[in-house]
């Protein structure tokens, strides 16, 4: 029986468990003026239109375990009180809907999850802002954290972004001993949002895997957050992988260029009166996607990345959060979009599985540790 592309890549994701590497909806859960980081009151169980990521769209995307972030922004006033809570708005979700999520502690849980029929939830932190103790580190992961993004948008004490101007060095001594702490726990080191120098000087320290959970090629789109090819085949030669992502102005060169009149303008921390204004520049940049969608583009980087550092060191990460998405990749229910098209461009059935969840699963054993005491 012959079938279709999009009920091969239905059929795949069935058998397969697809990670998805990054998703803010706990932060826009806190930010939310009704909920306010109440996740009863936002609802997950319930479709929201007028948003990316809820209960029933991770479920028609076929996603096995999500990646949720407790992210803060760098200026916050306050950042590990607010990161407290955007984590609390996880351990909210587990809490609310255990017939939906399950929590995802160890590499074992994303199978577990799957075999109950319901969604892995593995907490992630991104950027350190306001962590000058390793204690920290120590308390998010009794908390439930796995994966540490190491920085945002903006340049911290002890490590330089790829969107800011950087420090005296690319990693001080602080930032050495992070990265030690952070191998002993067992957690995911995630060089999103991390400068090029920066990368390397971590991959310099580390004794393991690492990740980018969420960027693009920088050779097909030239935005200095997307990772340059010697990053990437750095990360596959030490047994980790690159995550593509749905990002707008990572996607495509012409979306970018469109797009940073508007990104110079308003900065990196963008004041709550120029966000709507924000918005609708990126709305209409994505008619610099022309006549492809950003499936089409996704793909792109994807065979790039494979071609470049192999299908065993990718995955893809969509970092979806609510704001404008680029046509065909609008929200989590869009995953088997993207297989439906790299069937198309004859990915063979291993490369997707490994893709998929195979590749994430294969780096997170290379760095559980069970001798660390687990929470929960």
Wanted: net charge neutral; with cysteine; glycine share 8%.
């Amino acid at each position: 029986m012959a079938y279709s592309v999009e009920n091969r890549a239905t059929r795949l994701l069935e058998r397969t468990r697809l990670v998805d590497g990054h998703n803010d909806l706990p932060y826009v859960i806190w930010r939310h003026r009704d909920a306010r980081g109440d996740a009863r009151v936002w609802d997950l169980a319930r479709e929201h239109p007028e948003h990316d990521t809820d209960i029933p769209k991770l479920r028609a995307g076929q996603v096995a375990t999500q990646i949720f972030t407790a992210f803060i922004p760098t200026a916050e006033n306050d950042p590990l009180r607010a990161r407290l809570e955007v984590i609390d708005v996880m351990l909210q979700m587990e809490q609310a809907w255990p017939e939906a999520f399950h929590p995802v502690l160890e590499p074992r849980d994303i199978a577990r999850a799957r075999k109950a029929g319901k969604i892995g939830l593995l907490k992630a932190v991104e950027g350190l802002v306001g962590v000058d103790n390793l204690a920290h580190l120590r308390l998010f992961h009794a908390m439930g954290i796995r994966l540490v993004t190491l920085c945002h948008n903006e340049t911290l004490p002890f490590i330089d972004s790829a969107t800011d101007v950087p420090g005296k060095q690319p990693l001080n001594e602080f930032g050495r001993a992070i990265i030690g702490e952070m191998e002993r726990l067992g957690l995911i080191i995630d060089l999103a949002h991390v400068s090029p120098l920066s990368q390397h000087a971590v991959m310099d320290v580390a004794t393991g895997p690492v990740i980018i959970s969420h960027a693009n090629a920088h050779a097909l789109c030239p935005h200095p957050r997307n990772a340059p090819d010697d990053v990437m085949r750095r990360i596959a030669d030490g047994g980790g992988m690159v995550m593509a992502t749905f990002v707008p102005v990572f996607l495509s060169p012409e979306v970018y260029s469109a797009m940073r009149p508007a990104m110079d303008r308003f900065g990196k921390a963008l004041p709550d009166m120029n966000r709507t204004a924000y918005q609708e520049t990126k709305r209409s940049a994505f008619a610099h996607f022309g006549t492809r969608d950003g499936v089409q583009w996704l793909c792109d980087h994807l065979d790039h990345m494979k071609n470049l550092i192999g299908a065993e060191a990718i995955g893809i990460g969509s970092d979806l959060y609510g704001g404008p998405k680029p046509p065909g990749l609008e929200d989590a229910s869009t995953f088997p979009r993207i297989f439906a098209e790299l069937i198309r461009r004859k990915w063979k059935t291993r490369e997707l599985e490994m893709l998929a969840g195979g590749n994430f699963e294969r780096v997170w054993r290379a760095l559980h540790r069970s001798d660390i005491r687990l929470a929960g």
